[in-house]
Each structure stands twice: as structure tokens, then as C-alpha cells.
Nanobody, 128 residues
Framework: EVLLVESGGGLVQAGGSLTLSCAAS????????IGWFRQAPGKEREGVSC????????YYADSMKGRFTISSDNVKTTVYLQMNSLNPEDTAVYYC?????????????????????WGQGTQVTVSS
């Protein structure tokens, strides 16, 4: 069974930074794609970024390019989302999601329905 646990959310002032972590278990020797999504109150869930463990390819939504960086640790069990230059519009619950398998070339992103496993989410609040 794959479990995902997000951490690193919190309250930050506009212009500040946070690093979110998504720790995955139950993935011994498996490749995967992990995506980050967010959902603000009253809004649809939107894709933020994703990464493929098989080739390291990444995707960023347009509004995150240049501000957010997705990466994984050397043993590929934790994926990070470094978020810089945060603004109040980034306030949301951030979720990570995973699909097991080899998925090179995720540069165009993957929709939420494509993923098989989801974490519980972590709140990010950016004050003005």
C-alpha cells in the first residue's frame, strides 16, 4: 500500500518561501510520477507541478514557473516543492499525488484523475 504524507505548510508573509515535502512509502524499487496540486476555498483543484522518477522530467503550471521548484531525494522516496516569492493568491491546501510506474516526459503535466494515491494535504497561508 502506498502512503503519502505532506508536510512543510504554514503561515508565511508575502514574498517569503516555504518548502513542502511529500514522503512516500510502499514504493520499494518502483518508479512513479508525483504531482502537486492545490485547492483554495471556493476554487477548483489546480495542478502545480509534477516530476517523473524515471527520467527526472518536470512540469510547472504557468503561474509557478520561475517561483516553484520540484525535486526528489536521492533514494526517490521524498519529493519536495520549493516555493519562493509567495503571494496571497498561493494560499491553499497543497496535496501531493502519485501514480506508480515509469512515465518519462511529464513536461505537459498530468490531470488529477490520472493519479492513484493522494496525501491528506498541507495548508499554506500567505499573508499580505
Amino acid at each position: 500500500e502506498v502512503l503519502l504524507v505532506e508536510s512543510g505548510g504554514g503561515l508565511v508573509q508575502a514574498g517569503g518561501s516555504l518548502t513542502l515535502s511529500c514522503a512516500a512509502s510502499g514504493l520499494i524499487f518502483d518508479d512513479y510520477a508525483i504531482g502537486w496540486f492545490r485547492q483554495a476555498p471556493g476554487k477548483e483543484r489546480e495542478g502545480v507541478s509534477c516530476i517523473s522518477s524515471s527520467d527526472g522530467s518536470t512540469y510547472y503550471a504557468d503561474s509557478m514557473k520561475g517561483r516553484f521548484t520540484i525535486s526528489s531525494d536521492n533514494v526517490k522516496t521524498t519529493v519536495y516543492l520549493q516555493m519562493n516569492s509567495l503571494n496571497p493568491e498561493d494560499t491553499a491546501v497543497y496535496y501531493c499525488a502519485l501514480k506508480r510506474g515509469r512515465f518519462p516526459g511529464v513536461g505537459a503535466g498530468k490531470p488529477a484523475w490520472w493519479y492513484d494515491y493522494w496525501g491528506q494535504g498541507t495548508q499554506v497561508t500567505v499573508s499580505s
